[in-house]
């Protein structure tokens, strides 16, 4: 947890706080998903560019619940 959160202290961005954490190495993925579960909050969100990529890799019922989810409770 302490790396995950140094890597989002020491970024501009969400972006940048997730590339921090995931170049610590190591459980790269779990400390990037922290990072960005941080970054999400104090940034107000994914960037829309980022989210678009991501849900474009999903198939089309994964994306279709995210979506619902999304507008359910608000968030990016």
Excluded at 21 to 32: F, I, Q, R
């Amino acid at each position: 947890m302490p790396p995950s959160l140094l890597a989002f202290l020491q970024a501009t961005d969400f972006e940048d706080s997730v590339r921090n954490a995931v170049s610590l190495g190591g459980d790269a993925d779990t400390m990037a998903c922290i990072a960005g579960a941080v970054a999400h909050a104090f940034h107000g969100g994914i960037p829309q560019r980022i989210a678009d990529v991501a849900l474009a890799g999903w198939m089309i019922a994964c994306a279709d619940v995210v979506q619902k989810f999304s507008a359910r409770f608000g968030v990016r």
